[in-house]
Nanobody, 122 residues
């Protein structure tokens, strides 16, 4: 099927930067939406940022001006550049993709990565 593999998480001091990457592989005809969600213990998973295939983007208010999402359609990869990180950005970050498998079935199927931990602490 389809696998999403994330990388780039880790420990960073407040004010620092990290770049997350997520590569999709498998039975892929096209990917409509790619994005990043995050989750902390006891809370619901929340949208951080998403990017549509044409390039339009959407961000959570809490990360606007600090995070930038981008994608390389040729590589089926999405990136999240995170700058000016704050302790409240600490969470497990999950990659998300809506994948179309074939040219004759235009339905999109949701897939998630395994998650990568981002910890912002001094």
């Amino acid at each position: 099927q389809v696998q999403l593999v994330e990388s780039g998480g880790g420990l960073v001091q407040p004010g620092g930067s990290l770049r997350l990457s997520c590569a999709a592989s498998g039975s892929i005809f096209s990917i409509n939406v790619m994005g990043w969600y995050r989750q902390t213990p006891g809370k619901q998973r929340e949208l951080v940022a998403q990017i549509i295939s044409g390039g339009s983007t959407n961000y959570a208010d809490s990360v606007k001006g600090r995070f930038t999402i981008s994608r390389d359609n040729a590589k089926n990869t999405v990136y999240l550049q995170m700058n000016s990180l704050k302790p409240e950005d600490t969470a497990v970050y999950y990659c998300y993709a809506e994948v179309r498998y074939t040219s004759w079935n235009n339905r999109n199927y949701a897939h998630w990565g395994q998650g990568t931990q981002v910890t912002v602490s001094s």
